[in-house]
């Protein structure tokens, strides 16, 4: 059999003239300060030899086979896991998504009943605690049906909508500042105000068809005429005075508009500068611990500290709050639920409506009315199912950030 070794093998290497400079040949001469000795070079380039090859000196190993010695460049490979910037990304998303979901969908009940209770004048029962509260909301859910207290959750996300898309309009053609910078002054300040004011003015109609829809009677509410878009509609109607007339106690809409102003601008005043506080009180506090290693404690803070931020400015107004939807709601002709347990739970056989008949003159007129026939309680009605809104919310962001803590460190495990 012809024999497949090069002429030019000898035995110990290859010549470099013939299989290139890449490999350098290992020389049997003797080197110059070096006599009668071979050279023992190593193996330093690509690829490595063949594992059973003879073209080695007796003593020298395959580089594949080496082990790596301590605090060499090679590292064994590490086994594939997510990175922390996607588990990051992921604790965020997820908190920020239960936060947002529990304030717009599932505290929806707690706003209509809320609303229900603040344009109630004829309750007995004020409900100024959550746990009357949600006897009342069960017992109106069981007579009427799940829809009872899930009503004009679309309207209230198309005024979202106007409300947002208006903000940016009148900022984007107007020296009105939407965000404040880092270093403001105090015209800015005033200008920034002033936008939040000019966009609950401009979103005022539609609100007040928003609530019309929230509060009305599941029972008188005629499902073949009603439609998403119906809060458009109604407010555009109420706005240009056209369509069905309404009742002579209907107040322009001219007499809501420096309150449902300054109503904007103190809710935001009071919720930004509480949730400031608290982030400065949780900086403050967290120099002192040592840096976290959780990436929740990056996201939950800002979520908890405009949690108490919202929660302050709605304890706050709520009285504004109340004499607001009395005067938007008054000559609407609107017929809602019946707030009292018994009545609410229809224990005379069907569940009692009521209609909304006030007579209010404007915003003074109505908070003398209240504080003269219903006392300083008065402008407290729902304020129950507020707290149990808030409480919910609360308990889902803490259920939410404990639930992200045990996937975060199981996906570190893995």
Known sequence: MASRRPDSFDGYGFRVDQYGAGYPARSSGPASGVSGELQQHQWVTSPPDIPGSRNLHPGERTPLYEEAEPGSRWEAPHAAGVPPEQLNRFAGFGIGLVSLFTENVLAHPCIVFRRQCQVNYHGRCYHLTPFSAVGVMYAITKAQGPKALWKGMGSTFIVHGIALGAEGVISEFTPLLRELPHSWSWKQLAGHLLLKGLTAVVALPFYCASLIETVQSEIVRDESSSGLLDCVREG??????VGAPHSRRLLPLSYLLLPVAAHAILRYA??????????????????????????????????????????????????????????????????????????AAGSGGSPL??????????????????????????????????????????????????????????????
């Open 236 to 241: 555009l109607t109420r706005l240009l005075g």
């Open 270 to 343: 009071v919720a930004t500068s509480v949730q400031r506080a608290v982030l400065w009180l949780h900086q403050r506090g967290g120099k002192r611990r040592p840096v976290p290693s959780d990436p929740l404690d990056a996201y939950f803070p800002e979520l908890a500290a405009a949690w108490a931020g919202s929660l302050a400015a709605d304890v706050l107004l709520f009285p504004l709050e109340t004499v607001l939807h009395r005067l938007g709601l008054q000559g609407t002709r609107t017929i809602i639920d019946a707030t009292d347990g018994a009545e």
């Open 353 to 414: 409506v009521l209609p909304v008949n006030t007579q209010y003159d404007g915003l003074a007129d109505c908070l003398h009315a209240i504080r003269r026939k219903e006392g300083a309680a008065g402008f407290y009605r729902g304020f129950g199912a507020l707290l149990a809104q808030y409480s919910l919310h609360g308990a889902l962001l803490a259920a939410a950030r404990t639930l992200l803590r045990v996937v975060l460190l199981d996906a570190k495990v893995c």
